[in-house]
């Protein structure tokens, strides 16, 4: 019996990792990126806020700053980051799979609001992109930092899984997928890794158990998937 390997851009749970091996597929991880919080101040008068993942949601809600949040509207991005928030006592207006999709949605419905955008340091541009094109003032505080941490990787895998477009581009600093497959988190990780293989597969929720779940019908044993 065939046994696939292959290689986590993040470190999973235990659990996560125990239903790979019961697929009967070989796991190699590694953290390829890591996120801190910040200090920072955040400005009054905002109504509505816009989260883009969970770390900005953990950053906020750890902070002395959380308070500010308190009765505003939230528009987020991601199954998890609205769990995250709604644990966190606030009620979410719209969540959307992905920042683009959020940015049209916003553009469409609230032309005459103003946003308060709590995001990383590398975030993707494509929702503060779309928000100036339609004069939709946008205020951004950086609550967290990520930092790419680039590892050599020398031994072969069948998939390479993928959570972020800063995975994707810290993997491929010291390391190129070849014939591997890109399994994606979401659209926006898929199309940060393009200009690098073709041979790309993304999961149909943007969570890390579909990822697993993509993983598992692509490489794993079939006594296993149909369980």
Known sequence: ???????????????????????????IQANFIET?????????GY???????????????????KEK???KKIFCVGEKTKSLLIKNG?????MSQN???????????????SFLFCCGNLKKEDLPRIL????????EVVVYQTTLTPKKIETPVDSILFFSPSGVESFTRLNQLGKSQGICIGASTAEALKP???????????TIEHVLLKTIQNFGTYEYVKK
């Open 1 to 27: 019996m065939q046994t696939h390997r292959v290689l986590s851009t993040k470190i999973l749970s235990e659990a996560h990792r125990d239903r790979l091996i019961q697929a009967n597929i070989s796991l």
């Open 47 to 65: 109504e509505n806020w816009i989260f883009t993942s969970q770390n900005a949601v953990e950053a906020v809600f750890s902070s002395k700053e």
């Open 99 to 113: 920042s683009l999709e959020l940015a049209h949605f916003i553009a469409k419905y609230y032309k005459n609001t």
């Open 196 to 206: 690098y293989t073709t041979n790309i597969s993304v999961a149909t929720s943007p």
């Open 36 to 44: 801190k919080p910040l200090s920072f101040s955040i400005p009054s």
């Open 132 to 139: 100036s094109q339609q004069q939709i003032p946008l205020t």
């Open 90 to 94: 606030q009620k979410v207006v719209k």
């Open 69 to 71: 949040c308190i009765g």
